[in-house]
């Protein structure tokens, strides 16, 4: 049972990156699932989110309108896409998947995200 991610990588201001994570073990349409950072320094930030059950979505302010989180069932995956980027969104990036019913939550291991000039 794992969450492994990819995708991540150094861009410049106003580039786009997409990170994925795909789950083995389980099926990520029964989770919540989202992304976390972490940049050097400070505190873990909850940066986007999916219900499991009615699809609802939550962002940061901060990332609002420039990143896009979505989950593809049939491949197991979720995914965040990543536009606009700023020097700010540097950081460590983990995905999550977290269920109440099931009294189970995974985390996928840390993508680095850089951006800058």
């Known amino acids: 049972v794992q969450l492994q991610a990819s995708g991540g990588g150094s861009v410049q201001p106003g580039g786009s990156l997409r990170l994925s994570c795909a789950a083995s073990?389980?099926?990520?349409?029964?989770?919540?699932i989202g992304w976390f950072r972490q940049a050097p320094g400070k505190e873990r930030e909850g940066v986007a989110e999916i219900s499991c059950c009615d699809s609802t979505t939550y962002y940061t302010r901060s990332v609002r309108g420039r990143f896009t989180i979505s989950r593809d069932n049939a491949k197991n995956t979720m995914s965040l896409q990543m536009n606009s980027l700023k020097p700010e969104d540097t950081g460590a990036y983990y995905c999550?998947?977290?269920?109440?019913?099931?009294?189970?939550?995974?985390w996928g291991q840390g993508t680095q995200v850089t951006v800058s000039s």
């Open positions: 999550f998947a977290k269920s109440t019913t099931f009294r189970k939550e995974f």
């Open positions: 073990g389980f099926t990520l349409d029964q989770y919540t």
